[in-house]
């Protein structure tokens, strides 16, 4: 026999609608008959619950099976359907001016769509539709077409719609350039520095530079790089491309090839550099300008040449791949590591209710919809606890990774993880690593190549008890003590060489959190002259180092949208007082003051944690006259960028400088960068700095942008991959004087034990039911044979019965 205490709630379907406005079905009633299936479920499972008797093997205690809901409206931040979503790429194939190539047959001369998905509606219209009974807003797509038939190719950004239910009608849908979420106003281009990457850079430009020196790689590192079935080295480099002058210029490097299936090339530098300027599409014009090499720059091949063949030049060693770069178990097996680990159970199955189809999401008294995109993947949307928004959306805007070294390709180096998207590299999580084994998965989709690929079980849902509880007092005749159960939503994205883990985290007290964690395998610099930039972590190794620095977007809003940031800073004082006789006391005090514009907006965290930031309302006030608020802090450490006014970066990541900024918020600043900043980072689409133009920030709509990264000077410990226990960062809202106590007295999962003399005379439980179920654990529930990847759905044609799996990778 098998029973689930969650089979048990199998048929009935909450209307959210109901559970928050309308009285009927009456929304108390499915609560109670909910609670009821519950409680006959765990009467059932206390049967078993003594563990003597023989059992049935059962797999309940790790059912994940959650309370299905209706979201009480539309999720307008849900994506396009697959519907919708090929016929406006059908829409786009039939307009002429647009001249397009399916990409599949598509060169470098040729244009086509790169991205088809929902464009976000205007918070104004949303608002209107959520509490005002107003019209859905309109649907429309956002598309990003590449314009590679041309001298001077572009991306270009458009809006296609409104999109009718059920996709396009002709005569009705038109298409415009997307020009207001951006600063720059030229009509939603921006130039592609890389229509050229894929065939012509390499054999025409690449390949035929490492030709001119084959002879020193074979004596140097034994292989070649020439594009070749044979070939043991690659060549690639700096990302964004050097912009300045007017000229594009490349920095790549040699590094060796991975010998298996590890993916440990970011491991292998081997110390050799050359510089091309690449301006212009005719590699004609291109130029070599020169090599780099143990702190010499040679501006000619035939200079590098003849130092090479020179007698007493230094050969630097090569970093080559062995079980130190691999990520498998190596060494003697720790002591009682072969037995399983502790594991965590949900004795009464999932405690949330989900619309899976529309990403609605209740846990306690929080609800929120799940939006997901392709730049920056997961994000969350009118967050409400209590019933009340507190954040109309929270999430990640762009994530920076700015190198240093004193060679040329770590000091280029700053990628901004939005050009390759988080979207499309959030692949499945692994079930009872990534997140506990009886979490609930959510797939994501996204549009590439005229089709919708969908990461199966990319997002996952999950409560989860911390080891520490979340509050305890004892005293000589009681002891209080309540756990600490949170909510968490996580998705993992794997941009590259990094693995970025994004958990979004909610509290019994009202707080939220989000945490970022950083793994996989570090980008590594050739250790000669890299002293002052790193730690050498192997034998010719430098763990380079760089700051990692994410941007998320948090639209605060508080009892309404009109809001204001207040600051508290505790100060040294030296004080008298009535009573101290005119004598100072040294002591201390609070000073409190408010964001008054955008002139004073963009702030640091105080030392010494002193600073207390909020959000709070003036026009709400808790029983005790105090504005009710929501305090914003680091929870594991916050950083911005060391590096000032950067070479690299220029204008494209404005937003780094700072820990906590604030603006109001706009329709037309809706995000903090535009994916292609990186192409053009002296004039980039979004500038940041162009979002603070002195606006009153008085009790207003207001938008915090927070920053949330690590400084990463990579040691031997970051060997074979850096670990999320200390690449990690976090912020943390809590209420402020938002309620008038602390909402964790409301779980019924604590406890109060009266005691006296040795002996109890009381443990008082509050009506907590003893969830049961029989543990007879067994690793079978989580299958990883399961695991599969993605799912493509073709658009163009539209064959949404044909679906096949394949996964992407990326370089
Ligand atoms: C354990 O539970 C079984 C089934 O309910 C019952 O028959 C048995 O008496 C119980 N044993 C003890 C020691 O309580
Ligand atoms: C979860 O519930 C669904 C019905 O909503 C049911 O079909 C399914 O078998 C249940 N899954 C498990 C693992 O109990
Ligand atoms: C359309 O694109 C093709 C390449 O796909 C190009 O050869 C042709 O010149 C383009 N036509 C126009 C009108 O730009
Ligand atoms: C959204 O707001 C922007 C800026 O005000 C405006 O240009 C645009 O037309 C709006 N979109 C819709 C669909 O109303
Ligand atoms: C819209 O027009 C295109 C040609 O411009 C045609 O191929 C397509 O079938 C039309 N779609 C509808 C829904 O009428
Ligand atoms: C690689 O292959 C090419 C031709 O396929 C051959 O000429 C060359 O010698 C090979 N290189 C090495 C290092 O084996
Ligand atoms: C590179 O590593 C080799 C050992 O693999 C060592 O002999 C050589 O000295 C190292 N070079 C440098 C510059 O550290
Ligand atoms: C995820 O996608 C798979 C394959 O299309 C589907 O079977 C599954 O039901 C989806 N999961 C959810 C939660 O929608
Ligand atoms: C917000 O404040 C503005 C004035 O700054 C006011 O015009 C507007 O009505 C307020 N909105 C709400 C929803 O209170
Ligand atoms: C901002 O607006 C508030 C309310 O409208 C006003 O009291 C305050 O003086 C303004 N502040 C500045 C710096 O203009
Ligand atoms: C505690 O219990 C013991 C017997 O179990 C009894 O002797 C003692 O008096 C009790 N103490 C108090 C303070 O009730
Ligand atoms: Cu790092």
């Not at 994506?79 to 001016?97: I, N, R």
């Not at 350039?177 to 921006?190: E, F, H, I, N």
């Not at 009118?382 to 507190?390: H, L």
């Amino acid at each position: 026999m098998k029973f689930s205490s969650s089979l048990l709630l199998v048929g009935f379907v909450l209307h959210a609608n109901d559970v928050l406005s309308a009285p009927n079905p009456d929304p108390k009633a499915a609560w109670v008959r909910q609670s009821r299936a519950r409680k006959a479920a765990s009467k059932i499972g206390k049967r078993w619950s003594n563990g003597t008797s023989a059992h049935p093997p059962v797999t309940s205690c790790s059912e994940n099976n959650y309370t299905q809901i209706l979201a009480p409206k539309v999720n307008v931040w849900g994506g396009l359907t697959d519907v919708e979503a090929a016929s406006v790429t059908q829409w786009l194939f039939a307009q002429p001016e647009f001249n397009l190539t399916v990409s599949d047959e598509a060169g470098e001369w040729d244009n086509t769509i790169l991205l088809v998905e929902l464009m976000h509606p205007n918070k104004t219209d949303v608002l209107n539709y959520l509490d005002n009974a107003g019209p859905i807003p309109d649907r429309y797509a956002h598309v990003v077409l590449d314009h590679r038939a041309c001298e001077e190719p572009y991306y270009e950004d458009i809006l296609v719609g409104p999109i009718e239910p059920y996709g396009i009608k002709n005569g009705t849908t038109g298409w415009e350039s997307l020009q207001y979420p951006y600063t720059r106003k030229t009509a939603g281009r921006v130039r592609n520095l890389d229509a050229d990457a894929d065939d012509t850079l390499y054999s025409r430009w690449i390949y035929k530079i490492s030709a001119t020196i084959s002879d020193i790689t074979l004596d140097l590192w034994g292989g070649t790089a020439l594009g070749l079935d044979n070939d043991t080295l690659s060549i690639w480099g700096i990302d964004p491309l050097w912009q300045d002058d007017g000229r594009v210029v490349r920095w790549d490097a040699f590094w060796s090839n991975t010998v298996d299936n590890f993916d440990t090339q970011t491991l292998l530098p081997l110390g050799l550099y050359f510089r091309s300027d690449v301006t212009g599409r005719d590699p004609s014009q291109w130029k070599f300008e020169g090599w780099y090499y143990n702190g010499l720059f040679y501006e000619t091949t035939e200079a590098f040449r003849s130092a090479y063949y020179t007698p007493g030049f230094a050969k630097l060693g090569a970093n080559v791949e062995g079980d130190w770069a691999r990520t498998d178990q190596i060494g003697p097996v720790l002591p009682l590591d072969t037995a399983s680990p502790p594991a965590s159970i949900t004795p009464s199955g999932a405690r949330f209710a989900v619309d899976a189809e529309s990403k609605w999401i209740q846990w306690m008294d929080f609800s929120f919809f799940v939006g997901y995109q392709r730049d920056t993947g997961l994000s969350l949307w009118d967050i409400r606890y209590k019933g009340e928004r507190v954040l109309y959306e929270l999430g990640l805007q762009e994530a920076l990774a700015h190198y240093a070294g004193q060679d040329p390709l770590q000091s280029g180096t700053a990628y901004l993880d939005s050009y390759y998207g988080f979207g499309p590299y959030a692949f499945e999580l692994v079930k009872g690593y990534d997140c506990p084994a009886y979490a609930t998965y959510l797939n994501t989709s996204f549009y590439v190549s005229e089709t919708t690929h969908t990461h199966l079980n990319s997002l996952c849902l999950f409560e989860y008890t911390a080891d520490y509880p979340l509050q305890r007092h004892s005293t000589s005749n009681y002891v209080s003590v309540t756990k600490n159960t949170y909510f968490t939503i996580r998705s993992v994205s794997t941009v590259g060489n990094y693995d970025y883990m994004f958990s979004y985290s909610f509290y019994m007290d009202g707080s939220i959190n989000v945490e970022v964690r950083a793994s996989g395998y570090i980008q590594s610099a050739y250790y000669a002259n890299n002293e002052e930039y790193g730690y050498k972590i192997h034998d010719n190794l430098s763990g380079s180092m760089h700051d990692h620095v994410l941007n998320f977007k948090a639209d605060f809003d508080i009892q309404g949208i009109n809001n204001t940031v207040a600051v508290v800073n505790q100060v040294p004082v030296s004080a008298t007082y009535p009573w101290s006789k005119g004598k100072a006391r040294n002591t201390m005090k609070l000073e409190k003051s408010y964001i008054e514009t955008e002139e004073s907006s963009r702030l640091f965290w105080g030392p010494n944690s002193a600073t207390q930031y909020s959000v709070i309302n003036k026009d709400a006030v808790n029983k005790y006259g105090e504005y009710r608020g929501y305090r914003i802090s680091p929870s594991l450490g916050a950083i911005h960028l060391t590096v000032e006014d950067s070479s690299n970066l220029a204008n494209a990541a404005r937003w780094a400088n700072h820990d906590i900024q604030v603006t109001k918020q706009h329709d037309t600043e809706p995000r903090a960068a535009h994916a292609y900043n990186n192409q053009d980072v002296h004039n980039p689409p979004i500038n940041f700095d162009a979002f603070f133009n002195g606006e009153n920030l008085t009790q207003t709509d207001l938008v915090l942008w927070l920053n949330l990264g690590m400084h990463h000077i990579p040691h031997t410990g970051d060997l074979p991959n850096t670990v999320f226990s200390t690449a990690h960062a976090g912020l943390s809202f809590s209420p402020l004087n938002y309620l008038d106590g602390d909402p964790s007295r409301q779980t019924v999962n604590q406890v109060r034990i009266d005691y006296g003399g040795g002996n109890v005379s009381a443990v008082e439980t509050f009506g907590q039911e003893q969830g049961s179920c029989a543990v007879e654990y067994s690793p079978v529930e989580v299958d990883l044979w399961g695991y599969k990847g993605d799912v493509v759905v073709r658009k163009f044609p539209f064959d949404p019965n044909n679906p096949y799996y394949e996964t992407d990778a990326i370089v």
